[in-house]
């Protein structure tokens, strides 16, 4: 089941630093917001490597998230580890609506949140 927080009313309120990153808080997570051509990302607050915090990082040409400890690079729509070493990513849908901007948080069940 996906729960839907709205965490903006336009792209433009939302607080991205120079590098098109910023963190947000969706219910009860951090969230990184990554922003490429227009287009909106949200995916995991810290790197599946060893916890680099992805906000630090940056945007690389073609759109890759790319981890500022020790420079994995993620496809930020799937969470893709496109430098090889076999992570993932955790990606979350961002949607730009009309009435503002939405991320998505898959919920697994009752007890997700033990996990
Ligand atoms: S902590 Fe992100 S690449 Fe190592």
Redesign the pocket.
Known sequence: MTTWFKIADSLAEIPFQPNQLCIVDVGNKKVTLGLHNGSLFAFAHK?P????IMADGFIDATGNIV?P????KFNMQTGRNTTGEGYYLKTYTAEQREDGVYIGIEEKGFFSFLH
Request: hydrophobic letters at 20%.
């Open positions: 790197c490597h060893a916890s680099g981890c400890i020790h420079r994995y």
